[in-house]
């Protein structure tokens, strides 16, 4: 098992940055890909971006360019910063983990709100 905890939502304004962190903890020795979803109210959840264990690193056309997403090994924590905000941004941001091409898990989720 693979617990996955998220932090550093928030509100801030259009224009404004944030950093989400992930703190993986269990298995994770395990884990090949570790990434980013985000669910807006009323749409369905996408996929924002990932990064392989090998540090790879891949973004929805959405964030290319705004976000970046990276990893600190030793402290098993995944990163998400989020740059140049903008209103249609605003969504709780899920992060996930894959173990293999059967398991997957998913933190609790982390609101961030971008104000005009």
């Known amino acids: 098992q693979v617990q996955l905890v998220e932090s550093g939502g928030g509100l801030v304004q259009a224009g404004g940055s944030l950093r989400l962190a992930c703190a993986a903890s269990?298995?994770?020795?395990?884990?090949?890909?570790m990434g980013w979803y985000r669910q807006a109210p009323g749409k369905q959840r996408e996929w924002v971006a990932t990064?392989?264990?090998?540090?790879?690193?891949n973004y929805a056309d959405s964030v290319k360019g705004r976000f970046t997403i990276s990893r600190d090994n030793a402290k098993n924590t995944v990163y998400l910063r989020m740059n140049s905000l903008k209103l249609e941004d605003t969504a709780v941001y899920y992060c996930?983990?894959?173990?293999?091409?059967?398991?997957?898990?998913w933190g609790q989720g982390t609101q961030v709100t971008v104000s005009s």
């Open positions: 990064i392989t264990n090998g540090g790879s690193t």
């Open positions: 269990g298995r994770i020795f395990n884990i090949d890909k």
């Open positions: 996930y983990a894959t173990v293999g091409v059967l398991s997957a898990y």
